[in-house]
């Protein structure tokens, strides 16, 4: 009977609103109350002192590359990327190859979970037939298949009367949709957000407005069919307070925003560096305020890292060329940390809300929660621990990171996964 | 100050004084241009390679006679045939040229910031010949140069540049330069192709054509391509020409001395009627000459020489 006792933390949990001094105790793989005397004689100790004890980490929005681009990633490196940064579970996009549009391929993820995972993956399926956005993929089967979500990821439904069908259908079986709000039309062959910078730099801007729209369209459908639509990495003012007024009237739209729209602005673009480059892109420092703000009352929901790996030589390209996306699992809890408790003065336990309970509840996971009883999923970390994080000596695949050979300050200690500590002190436990 | 940049990225960044540098190198370099011995030795067991990704004809040839006229030997990239259109990387193409012992490389790219990403690569000197709708530096400085030819110092002069913006490079090295050198500058064009981001890089930007070219001292016209009305920026060629092409009683609204600039290649009748591209305000011609004179001087340049070497090195 495995029995894990974790002492002498500062025990932030917002699923309890407990956040103090105190031990966590583990039977089996999950939360107890206490253990009784003669079991903490037999328990695994692990001295706490010092870290801060949290739910594990949940993100909704990762890219683990398989099947099919598994030199970028695979649920086996992505997953250690996850513990490396307290996460303890992520939600994975159906962008593969092939995409996962069907239950074979869902069957062969849940393959590779079974096999490969360190911390727990639960994958999404797509909304239409290979992101195509022209018929909806098997939405049932894929739900039989165990996918949390549906979303067709970078290729957003640009039909709405496809997306309207995919709303209904999916609301049957009580399946919430993912979406990557961006008109297409208004962003053909764009790589930056549209403004000022992208003029001076000669880049084809990404309109706020594209994203604005979709938002506003996915509240209206939602509003008319009464479906859960989710709008992954909001970045822009006007898209927050779209949200912020369908919030108001009681619409099912909840929303993400990223640590790294959360931390940087297209000005960081002035030197084309592909490591800033990402979809939808960096903004403007308004846009960037008003996301803070979102996350400060609500409206947005949640933290997601939208964790996208691309292998050295493919980022090593043309600014135009390059693919989209940066790493974020291994540098979520630092960035966010910096930006939100140190620069914003959100409070710690805020931060793990956003963090944990919020991503948990809103897809309805048994996660994000250190109740007795709940999973023993739990991250300890130093808030104030300083480290320069090298993208080289990750366990990601992959190595596009912004914050690659900078000082980070948080730092995770212990990931630990059904009551199983999966990292400890730098280093994956087993491997 | 010594000229000491190996790189040409941008007119961005470099400094007023180094605009100077150029065009007073350029200066002396055109006198030679009209010698029957046109060559001087400076760069003699130089090799320059032109790797042009994307079409070009006249900075191209002005690039190569620059190269020719300073010595130095020229190789052609020919994208059509390398192996680009086999997928090699830019990367790769760059390095292999390098390790080719080419000792100076310009480049012409689609994509904007290329020639920044190869200067991080490459230890011989870049020369950016237009990149994406960044910027074209020399054409910025040959234009420049041109203005200076007629009107002297640039300060307080009122330019017009009339147009494409948004996707012109030439442009921006022109904004760029001449806002250095204290020029009063204005966009015009349609709202769709001048947006009003431009101001600030310290412009101004209007869509009124006949308030902009009111007592405008130089209107330097940019091509209007046809792509951009298929993007739907404006409704059609002859609504453009109609709105904002330039002709005979557009130009009388000019102040009497101004000059009429286009980098070339002009679409006839489109931007700007036939008559006042061959008239007598239209420098279109010189600029292509005195674009020969200022790449010899970016070339020098870049290549280690110092400004005021360049009297002995012309003797």
Redesign the interface.
């Known amino acids: 009977m495995p029995l894990l006792w974790i002492r002498h933390a500062r025990v932030i949990d917002p699923a309890t609103g407990r956040d103090a001094e105190g031990d966590l105790f583990v039977r089996d793989g999950r939360m107890v109350a206490s253990l009784a005397p003669a079991e903490r004689k037999r328990a695994r100790q692990i001295d706490a002192r010092g870290l801060v004890a949290a739910p594990g980490l949940v993100d909704l929005h990762v890219h683990f590359r398989e099947p099919g681009q598994t030199r970028k990633e695979t649920i086996g490196s992505g997953t250690r990327a996850a513990a490396v940064g307290g996460f303890t579970t992520v939600v994975c996009m159906p962008n593969t190859t092939p995409p996962a549009d069907n239950a074979g391929t869902i069957q062969f993820i849940h393959d590779a979970i079974r096999r490969d995972a360190v911390v727990k993956v639960l994958p999404t399926g797509c909304i239409t037939l290979g992101q195509k956005g022209e018929a909806l993929a098997p939405i049932g089967s894929l739900k039989r298949a165990g996918v949390v979500a549906i979303t067709d990821d970078g290729d957003c439904v640009q039909s709405n009367e496809l997306m309207r069908r995919a709303l209904e259908y999916a609301k049957m079986f009580d399946l919430p949709i993912m979406d990557h709000c961006q008109d297409r039309s208004m962003t ?1 062959g764009s790589v930056m957000n549209e ?2 910078i ?6 084809r801007g990404w309109p706020h407005a594209a994203e604005d729209l979709i938002v506003a369209r996915n509240v209206i459908l939602s509003s008319y069919t009464g479906a859960h639509i989710h709008l992954q990495h909001l970045t822009s003012k006007a898209s927050v307070e779209i949200v912020r007024r369908a919030k108001a009237d009681g619409i099912r739209i909840t929303a993400e925003a990223t640590p790294h729209h959360l931390a940087l602005t297209e000005d960081a673009l002035g ?2 560096d592909t490591h800033f480059k990402m979809n939808p892109p960096l903004r403007t420092e308004a846009d960037r305020q008003a996301l803070v703000a979102g996350l400060r009352d609500g409206t947005i929901d949640c933290i997601a890292t939208d964790h996208a790996p691309h292998t050295p ?1 493919e980022k ?6 390059a693919p989209n996306g940066i790493l974020g699992l291994e540098t979520a809890l630092p960035v966010v940390l910096g930006v939100l408790m140190r620069r914003h003065r959100f409070t710690l336990a805020r931060v793990v809300d956003l963090m944990t309970r919020r991503p948990a509840t809103l897809l309805g996971l048994e996660a994000g929660s250190l109740a007795p009883g709940a999973p023993a999923d739990i991250c300890l970390f130093d808030p104030e621990e300083s480290w320069r994080y090298e993208a080289k000596s990750g366990a990601s695949k992959s190595r596009n990171s912004p914050w690659d050979g900078q000082m980070l300050q948080g730092r995770v200690a212990f990931t630990i996964v059904d009551g199983r500590t999966v990292f400890r002190r730098g280093h994956i436990v087993g491997d | 100050m010594p000229w000491n940049r190996k790189h040409l990225l941008t007119i ?1 960044e470099l400094s007023l004084e180094e605009i100077a540098q150029i065009h007073a190198t350029a200066a002396a370099f055109k006198k030679i241009l009209g010698r029957s011995v046109k060559k001087v030795p400076v760069l003699r067991g130089k090799t320059i390679v032109n790797l042009f990704l994307e079409p070009s004809t006249r900075t191209r040839m002005a690039f190569d006679m620059a190269a020719k006229r300073l010595s130095a030997d020229v190789i052609a990239f020919d994208a059509a045939s390398s192996s680009t259109t086999k997928g090699e ?3 790769d193409t760059a390095q292999n040229i390098q390790a080719l012992n080419a000792d100076m490389i310009v480049i012409r ?6 020639p ?2 190869l200067s991080k690569i490459l230890t011989i000197p870049v020369i950016n010949a237009g ?5 074209h530096p020399t054409q910025g400085l040959l234009d420049t140069f041109t203005m200076q030819e007629h009107l002297g110092s640039l300060r307080g002069r009122k330019v017009v540049i009339l147009g494409d913006i ?1 996707f012109s ?1 030439v442009a ?1 090295s022109n904004i760029h330069a001449l806002v250095k050198m204290g020029a009063a500058v204005t966009l015009v064009g349609p709202s769709t192709l001048v ?1 009003g ?2 101001t ?2 310290g412009v101004a930007v209007s869509h009124d054509l006949k308030s902009a070219l009111a007592d405008a001292e130089v209107v330097m016209l940019l091509r209007i391509q046809h792509e951009r009305q298929r ?1 739907s920026h404006f409704p059609s060629i002859g609504e453009y020409t109609s709105m904002f092409g330039l002709n005979q009683a557009r130009a009388s609204w000019l102040n009497p001395r101004a000059i009429i600039m286009h980098p070339g290649p002009i679409n006839r009748g489109v931007e700007i009627d036939s008559d006042l591209a061959d008239g007598a305000r239209s420098v279109i011609l010189e600029q292509v000459t005195n674009g020969i004179a200022v790449r010899m001087a970016v070339l020098y340049l870049c290549a280690g020489y110092q400004p005021e070497q360049v009297i002995a090195s012309t003797r």
């Open positions: 053909v403004g000022v992208s003029t001076r730099l000669g880049l030197t084309y030589d090593d390209r043309e600014f135009d060329h | 961005e990387t830019l990367r790219h689609a994509a904007s910031g290329s920044l990403y990149d994406g709708a960044h910027e948004l490079r921006r947006p981001w431009f600030a890089m993007e």
